[in-house]
């Protein structure tokens, strides 16, 4: 039987294998990395990535003015930080220290009142039911989530400019990656966040009003670039789409 032990002087041959024992967990490892079919990457689902974000629908009642308390809120904030960034000669690390040593002085001066009036903690009381400042792991997965959505799709939208099977696409990528380079030798950091975060108070609202006015100019727009290009584009072999 094969349960029984060797007997003494008896030679021990080793076991021999058929199957690679690595084998199956290689196998299992190529199955784990082999990706799924890629679908077409367009703005489209970019916007929808960026909107399956938990805190999506929070942010856009700001950006586009629905609450209009909040949104002034955080639109001053953000001029108030550019100012001092830029004119102040202030840091992001002094702002924060800054910000958290004069709160400190409120929340100590607010404290003190209270005790002296006789009256419960301000905060303790206030918050004693509420899940303020509470981390939420729901709403983290979600973040993270809509991170890797946006990650991705923007990863497949850099990867068919760069695949340049369709050249007016590849070029507008290509200005836009100019235009990038242009404002980054003039601008400061400070100033190529803050611009972007002003536009998103604007356009959001104004595309909101004037959507069909500017859906048509911008469809003539894209009709005249294609109508001028696309002969030119058609005598360059390079940038012909490959036909399978």
Known sequence: MSDQEPQAGETVQPQSFDKDPNEDLSASVKTLNRRPPQEEATLGKLLEAIKSNPRYEYAADA???RAP???????????????LFTYGEYSPVTMASYTFLASSILCFAFVQVNNFSNKPHPFISRFADSDFG???????AGHV???????????????DALYWTDPFYSLKFLGLAILKA???????????IYFPLVILFIVPRLYQEQQTAIDGVLVKVNTIIQEKGKP???KISLLKPKQD
Do not use: P
């Open 182 to 192: 242009i404002a980054g030798s003039y601008l400061s950091i400070y100033s190529l």
């Open 63 to 65: 950006f586009y003015w």
């Open 69 to 83: 308390i909040r949104g002034a809120l955080i639109f001053g904030v953000i001029n108030l930080c550019y100012f």
């Open 232 to 234: 030119v584009f058609e």
């Open 145 to 159: 989530r809509s991170i890797i959505k946006v990650a991705e799709v923007s990863r497949l939208l850099i990867r």
């Open 134 to 140: 509470t981390v939420e792991e729901d709403i983290v």
